[in-house]
T-cell receptor, first 113, second 112 residues
Framework: DVKVTQSSRYLVKRTGEKVFLECVQDMDHENMFWYRQDPGLGLRLIYFSYDVKMKEKGDIPEGYSVSREKKERFSLILESASTNQTSMYLC????????????FGPGTRLTVT | GQSLEQPSEVTAVEGAIVQINCTYQTSGFYGLSWYQQHDGGAPTFLSYNGLDGLEETGRFSSFLSRSDSYGYLLLQELQMKDSASYFCAVRGTRNQGGKLIFGQGTELSVKP
């Protein structure tokens, strides 16, 4: 079974802090994705990566950056956390060419105070 | 712009059949996926339609009509455990990295 793990289930940070969210997958997938999920808005894509060191902006990249130095690990960085970044963050992965079937991690619920 | 429309809530009784519709308007289209998410859980993949027609997987079926920009998820013999949110998602074209664009989700409540 594909396993996608995220570094924290719950996280509380202060406004202005730098925040790192880590995601690791164990199935050698080329594609990795970061989403945020807010009530009534569904899942919105922040960034995705289709290979090591490659990244593409999603629909809402502002205020975020990403890093993919190893194939299995995809990090989301909030350079200076703000209260409007309080959300559920979901990481996902998929094999190359199969982005229609993504495997999701359990999510990190981030609260910025 | 890009948009996917699906009902926000649907209620049905155990043993019944329910259909969750999804209409889309996107700049690129490569297929339609469906995901299930239980409260507090991660989304899990249910089905994918790359071509027109019906795909069946056990109690769940999914349909796509590309000419109508429309698809649906059909759940048969509903069980209480089917209570969850269901998301449709459009797969963009290759030059969009094949990324998924998700709808806002339909919350299905199954009553005894």
């Amino acid at each position: 079974d594909v396993k996608v793990t995220q570094s924290s289930r719950y996280l509380v940070k202060r406004t202005g802090e730098k925040v790192f969210l880590e995601c690791v997958q164990d199935m050698d997938h080329e594609n990795m994705f970061w989403y945020r999920q807010d009530p009534g808005l569904g899942l919105r894509l922040i960034y995705f990566s289709y290979d090591v060191k490659m990244k593409e902006k999603g629909d809402i990249p502002e205020g975020y950056s990403v890093s993919r130095e190893k194939k299995e690990r995809f990090s989301l960085i909030l350079e200076s956390a703000s209260t409007n970044q309080t959300s559920m963050y979901l990481c996902a992965s998929s094999p190359r060419g199969q982005s229609y079937e993504q495997y999701f991690g359990p999510g990190t619920r981030l609260t910025v105070t | 712009g890009q948009s996917l429309e699906q009902p926000s809530e649907v209620t049905a009784v155990e043993g019944a059949i329910v259909q969750i519709n999804c209409t889309y308007q996107t700049s690129g289209f490569y297929g339609l996926s469906w995901y299930q998410q239980h409260d507090g859980g991660a989304p899990t993949f249910l089905s994918y339609n790359g071509l027109d027609g019906l795909e069946e997987t056990g109690r769940f079926s999914s349909f796509l009509s590309r000419s109508d920009s429309y698809g649906y998820l059909l759940l048969q013999e509903l069980q209480m455990k089917d209570s969850a949110s269901y998301f449709c998602a459009v797969r963009g074209t290759r030059n969009q990295g094949g990324k998924l664009i998700f709808g806002q989700g339909t919350e299905l409540s199954v009553k005894p």
